[in-house]
């Protein structure tokens, strides 16, 4: 990490600082383009296009998704510099971006966006792990966090449990061995013929079948073990599809059991760490029995549960802001070099906001 150019402020109280705090924040990681504005870690205007070139081909397309990210990311930002109030970009403090994990092509775009903005504008950038960013969707929202906190990412690309300390202190506790809890949901509605991406619409076929109808392995289910693994629950969901299986209480029973493990080992991982709060994030948030299910489990152990609004479930630049917010208030000179380049994976035990390769 370098000292910005134009070093960005958190408290307004230095000299050339603006106030309020002003974050243009960038995240191309997928298939989603997404560009917020943060006064303060307030977001003033947001924008998210989700691609819809993916969905013929069954799953995204790398190429398409840089290209997609590519034709749209400048008016994105037009529109949100507009929303937010005429800003003009020699207004904004700090420009972020995530670097990674995700696919570098689409990340590149954001992530050059980001450096050449803030070079041009003498500004300092940040690139920021996307990992990170999705819990910090739960930083600097005015009702905060009590530590210890345990947190599960559950979406398309990834399912982990961190623990943490501080927010400074988030400790991989374990993930998935091979697909994530989101790629299980996606593919397994594929081939119950509900189109890509099927997560929700699975989760919508649920509401109308038994959850106890259809039995299927719960690979790895012994709560206390905060590995995954959802692949062989995927090939079992196929081959009870193929033997005929009812949609309705397939989807339930499928549902039921990610669900019940998720819940489970995320809920051990809290009564085991003396944990005061259950942080969740990722596009399987959105599943409304999770949902549900993680509100009751938090009320009844008298923890508290944050959840992120539906909007917020998904790849999102809100959440990339707060990530540089929260490193901009521990140290307001903070900046990425120029040289930060985008990465495919996150390999490590300790979970840092900022990511660059
Ligand atoms: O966080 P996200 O937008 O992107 C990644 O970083 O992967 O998560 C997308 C994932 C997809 O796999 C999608 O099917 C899943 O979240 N998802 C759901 C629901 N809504 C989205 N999975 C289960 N139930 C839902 N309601
Ligand atoms: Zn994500």
Redesign the pocket.
Known sequence: MRKGPGSCSSSGSGPGYSEPLRILAVETS?D?TAVALLEDGRAAAERIHSQLVHVDHGGVVPELASRGHMKVLPSLVDQVLMEAGSIHPSMIDCFAATAGPGLVGSLLVGLSWAKAAAWASGKSFLGINHLAA?LYVHYGTGSEVEFPAVALLA???HTCLFGMASWEEIVLLGSTRDDAA??A??KTAKVMGLGY????R??SAAERGDPGSIRLPSPLSDPSDPEFSFSGLKTAAKLAWEGGADLHDLAASFRETIVGILVSKLMYQCSHSGARSVLAA???T???LLRSRLEGEASRAGVRLFLPDLKH???NALMVGRAALAVLRRDPSAASPLTCNAFARWSGTSLSPLGCQ
Do not use: Q, R, W
């Open positions: 997928c989603d999705h979406s398309g690309g989101g790629e949901f996606d991406p099927g997560g929700a699975l989760d990722g596009g399987v959105a599943n409304s479930t998904m790849d």
